[in-house]
Every structure is written in C-alpha cells, then in structure tokens.
C-alpha cells in the first residue's frame, strides 16, 4: 500500500472475510464507494435494488507475471437494505481468506491485486515488462512545469533572508505569499498557478494546517458555531464571553467530551458530545449529536486546496530586533489519495482545530490539521527540495 501511495496511485482497499471469500461476494465498504464516484466508475447511490440493475465493468487481476481478463459485478440486492456488493469473477483464483487486494480505477475499466500475495515493488522495478509496471507507469505523474516555475521563482527570491511582515503565527505566510506577488484573500482554490503553499517556521509545533471547513448545519444538531460555544464553550480569565479554542479527534473526547467519529453508513464526519462511560476502563458514552460534515464534500475541499503543495519550511533568525527568514526546504506533494482521509481521521491522525468566539475577533475556523510525519500517508510520493542547509 506504502508503495501505490509513493507512485501516486489512487486507489481503494478491501479486506476479503471468511463469508465473502466463501461467497464470492464482498461488501462495497464506504471508502470503495467513494473512490468510484470520485473516479467516474459508479454511484451505487444511483442504483436501483436487484440483479436486474446490475452494472458489469471490464476487470483485470493482475500478479507479477500474468493478468487474467475478467469482470466485475456492481449491485445493491433486493435484501438488507440494498447494501452496494461488489464481485469479482475469478478473484477466488488469487486471494485467499483475510488478504487485502487494491482496485484501480483506469480508463473505465478496474485493476485488481492481491497486496498479500504481489511484491508490488518488486513487480514494478523487474527487467520484465509485466502487466503491473505498465499499469503503474501509465498511472504515474511527473512534476508540472508551473511546480518548476514556482520553485525557481522561491530560489530566486527566498533564499536570502527576508525581513517577516509581521511578527505573528501567520507572518511567515503572508511575507512569502508578498515576496510572490501573491494578493491576501479569503479564495478556498490554491495560491499559486493551482499550487498551494504552506509556510512554517522548522522551529514551529504547529500541527500542519490541511483546509478550513465549518460544518453542514443543515443537518447539524447545533446550527451555528455560537451555539456550540453556548453549549460547550468556557470562559478565559480576564473575558465575560465564552470562547472554544480547542482540538478534536477521533483518539478519545477532549476536556470538554468533543470528540470525532466516522459514520462510514451515511458517509459522514460527526462530532459528538461524550462522557465516561460508567464501566470505566478508557470507554466513553455518546450523549449529543453536535455538528457533522458530508465526508464526500471534504474530499472535495481536500482535492481542490491540495491537488499540488508545496509545504515551505523556513528557518529564522532575529537581527536588530526584527525577525528575518529564509526558505530552508521544501516538501512537494501531489494529488492526495482521497479515501484515506476518512482512514486517518478514524484513527485520530487528521485532527480538527476549533477556533470559536476568539477574544481577538476574528472569525470563527474550522481547521483540519495532521502532523507532517503522518503526511506520506495521505499525500503521494513527494519530493523534498533543498534550499539552504541548516546553520
């Protein structure tokens, strides 16, 4: 799986059971849902129940030396709620029970492969020509000319120290985006030319921002963010009004019992309101609905605001009073694997940083953030560019 996400390879993953392996039969799980209708290959939302509305789509299973030509069968039965099934003729040839194969979407048809049972990079770098290395090498983007630009124009012009605009969190940021001629504005679409960039400080904690998204309060419990500061807000010492700056996630509930789950059913992002549960031990009882968002929609702001970054680190130095910095590396991700937001969030690696009623005024932020060392997990395979070595 490390190795699809290093080549950039979007893709989706099922876990074969027992009963499914036995059947022949597997469940269409969420993230596999997604990954079709972001790919252009179905919408089981679309589809009516029974073997009648049944789609067939052109499959290939391949191994490190062979493909074997075959199809596809995507339906909701008449039973259990029309839950989406999928079957792939064959694939009991290649997999055995509680292995993991990939399914690639590519010019309408659908690549299957065994992740157990493939040394997938030993496929690809063979002096064989076989159907794997073809598949990805097909699949495989190269940097843009407009990522050669924007690094040429940063060697060019932030190299050498610059003095920051402002001294603040968001003062790097904004001196980079000055020096590029990029204008301050509010646009949820990339900076530069479809590139985003993403400033730093090295010396910086801060939990990598991904995108802000408030919630879809049309189907929220809580219907504005001022209603969440009234129900689970707190006061700071020296203010009369109730603020919520805190961080959530799927790990456990924070102080306030705000906490993330996944509803793979409905595809939705949920924060709840919990307490400890009575049998103790680390567990904890749902008591509120607060907010939720659609996970198809984040996969959307994710793939728009991070289709190419450039995630900029910087390293300071104070002269004459005045902070000055110079770009120090850079990290050149493409085109993150969507499904795997859903994944990451689940296990508490995307968090979300609320930013509500600030004292400061400024508005209220709902900001998705994950660490840089869990970033390969979402992004594909990057380049770092070397723009000054560390002092």
Not at 81 to 107: N, Q, S
Not at 118 to 125: G, Q, V
Not at 205 to 233: M, Q
Request: net charge neutral.
């Amino acid at each position: 799986m490390k190795f699809l996400v290093k080549k950039q390879i979007p893709f989706a993953a099922i876990q074969i059971t027992q009963t499914g392996y036995n059947k022949g039969i597997l469940d269409a799980t969420a993230p596999v849902r997604t990954y079709f209708v972001e790919n252009g290959v179905h919408d089981f939302e679309k589809q009516p129940k029974g073997q009648e509305h049944k789609k067939m789509i052109v499959s290939f299973i391949l191994t490190e030396t062979g493909v074997k030509t075959t199809q596809s069968s995507l339906y909701r039965p008449e039973t259990k709620d029309g839950d989406p099934r999928i079957w792939v003729y064959g694939l009991k040839e290649f997999v055995k029970p509680d292995d993991i194969f990939a399914i690639i979407a590519h010019e309408e048809c659908l690549y299957v492969i065994n992740l157990n049972g493939t040394d997938i990079e030993k496929a690809y770098n063979s002096f064989l020509i076989n159907p794997i290395q073809d598949l990805i090498n097909s699949l495989h983007g190269r940097v843009s000319n407009v990522s050669e630009e924007l690094l040429d124009i940063i060697k060019k012009r932030l190299s050498n120290w610059q003095p920051s605009e402002i001294v603040a969190d968001t003062g790097i940021g904004r001196t980079v985006e000055t020096v590029l001629g990029i204008p301050m504005n509010a646009s949820k679409k990339a900076d530069y030319k479809g590139i985003e960039l993403k400033s730093k400080r090295i010396s910086s904690s801060t939990t990598g921002a991904l995108f802000t998204n408030a919630p879809d309060w049309s189907h929220s419990a809580c219907k504005s963010g001022k209603e969440i500061v009234s129900r689970y807000g707190y006061l700071r010492p020296g203010y009369d009004k109730k603020t919520l700056q805190v961080t959530v996630s799927a790990s456990k509930p924070n102080p306030q019992g705000l906490g993330l789950e996944v509803n793979w059913k409905d595809e939705l992002l949920e924060m709840n309101h919990f307490a400890p549960s009575a049998s103790g031990e680390g567990r904890y009882t749902k008591l509120h609905d607060v907010s939720v968002w659609s996970l198809i929609h984040l996969h959307e702001r994710l793939a728009e605001k991070h289709h190419e970054t450039f995630w900029i680190d910087v390293e300071t130095r104070i002269k004459g009073g005045v902070e000055e910095f110079r770009v120090a590396t850079i990290e050149h991700t493409k085109n993150p694997l969507l499904p795997q937001f859903d994944v990451l969030l689940e296990q508490g690696r995307i968090k979300l940083d609320l930013m509500l009623s600030r004292p400061s005024g400024h508005g209220d932020t709902y900001s998705f953030k994950m660490s840089p060392k869990d970033r390969p997990l979402l992004f594909p395979e990057s380049e770092t560019y070397i723009i000054n070595s560390l002092q």
